[in-house]
Nanobody, 114 residues
Framework: QVQLVESGGGLVQAGGSLRLSCAAS????????GGWYRQAPGKQREMVAR???????LYADSVKGRFTISRDNAKNTIYLQMNSLKFEDTAVYYC????????WGQGTQVTVSS
């Protein structure tokens, strides 16, 4: 059974930084695609950043140059480093792993105060 556990969310002022972590069990990020998605109140869930098993990354236009996704194979963990945070980055952030189907973490709240 695949389980994803996120951590690192919180409250931060605009312009600040946060780093999210997602640890996987039951599967590995090194062999599958991992990613971060977010959902703001009243909006659909959207892709923020993804990393393939080969290490290729993809970012939403809204976070390019500010967010960085990375992976630690030894810890079976992916990270999302978020810099220059904006009020509009406020959302629940979800970790995702794709292995035949999508698996999701429980979500972690990120709140950016203006």
């Amino acid at each position: 059974q695949v389980q994803l556990v996120e951590s690192g969310g919180g409250l931060v002022q605009a312009g600040g930084s946060l780093r999210l972590s997602c640890a996987a069990s039951g599967s590995t990020f090194s062999s599958n695609r991992g990613g971060w998605y977010r959902q703001a109140p009243g909006k659909q869930r959207e892709m923020v950043a993804r990393i393939s098993s080969g290490g290729e990354t993809l970012y939403a236009d809204s976070v390019k140059g500010r967010f960085t996704i990375s992976r630690d194979n030894a810890k079976n963990t992916i990270y999302l480093q978020m810099n220059s945070l904006k009020f509009e980055d406020t959302a629940v952030y979800y970790c995702n792993l794709v292995m035949f189907t999508s698996y999701w973490g429980q979500g972690t709240q990120v709140t950016v105060s203006s």
